[in-house]
Structures are given as structure tokens and as C-alpha cells.
């Protein structure tokens, strides 16, 4: 059974930094396809940043500069850096993953398997 397990969500002022992990059990880690994604109130799921499984990175233009997808294959650890954080960062986070190892896009509607979230909160 697949299960992809988040941490690291705080709350933090602008222009400071967080952290996420994510620890994946249960698949191919190293051969799939994985994202973080986000979700504020109101609206809907958006894609932050992927990693196919040939190691591409595909980033919302939202976060270009300022958030890292990293992956630590030893440890089945998908990570997400994220620096200059805006008050529009606010959301709840999550890790995704899909056997398709080929994704290019970030959307959501790709990915079969997800985490349960993780929340971060942005504040001024």
C-alpha cells in the first residue's frame, strides 16, 4: 500500500523560510513521478513543482526562484525548500505521487497517489 506521509508546515512571516518532507512508502520511490501541490480556502488544488521520474523539475511560475524540489533517494524523502515566502503561500501542502515516471505538468488530476497535507500558514 502506498502512503506518502508530509511534515514541516508552521507558520512563518514573509519573507522567511520552511521546510517539507515528504517519506513514501510502499512503491517504486526512485521510478515515480512526484509533486507537491497546494490548496487555500476557497480555491482549488494547484501543482507547485514536479519531479518526473527521469529527474525533470516543472515549476509553477508562482514559486520559480524561490522553492527547491529535492529528493533523497536513500532516504524515500521528497523535500520542498521554500524561501522568500509570500502571505499568497498560504496553503496546505501536499505530496503526491503517480506510477507515470513521464509527467511534465503540474496538474493534480495526474497524480494517483497523496498525502494527507501538511499546513503552512504565512503571515506579515
Known amino acids: 500500500q502506498v502512503q506518502l506521509v508530509e511534515s514541516g508546515g508552521g507558520s512563518v512571516q514573509a519573507g522567511g523560510s520552511l521546510r517539507l518532507s515528504c517519506a513514501a512508502f510502499g512503491y517504486a520511490y526512485n521510478t515515480n513521478s512526484m509533486g507537491w501541490f497546494r490548496q487555500a480556502p476557497g480555491k482549488e488544488r494547484e501543482g507547485v513543482v514536479i519531479?518526473?521520474?527521469?529527474?525533470?523539475?516543472y515549476y509553477a511560475d508562482s514559486v520559480k526562484g524561490r522553492f527547491t524540489i529535492s529528493k533523497d533517494n536513500a532516504k524515500n524523502t521528497l523535500y520542498l525548500q521554500m524561501n522568500s515566502l509570500k502571505l499568497e503561500d498560504t496553503a496546505m501542502y501536499y505530496c503526491a505521487a503517480d506510477p507515470k515516471w513521464w509527467l511534465r505538468s503540474t496538474a493534480p488530476a495526474d497524480f494517483k497517489y497523496w498525502g494527507q497535507g501538511t499546513q503552512v500558514t504565512v503571515s506579515s
Open positions: 519531479v518526473s521520474g527521469d529527474g525533470n523539475t
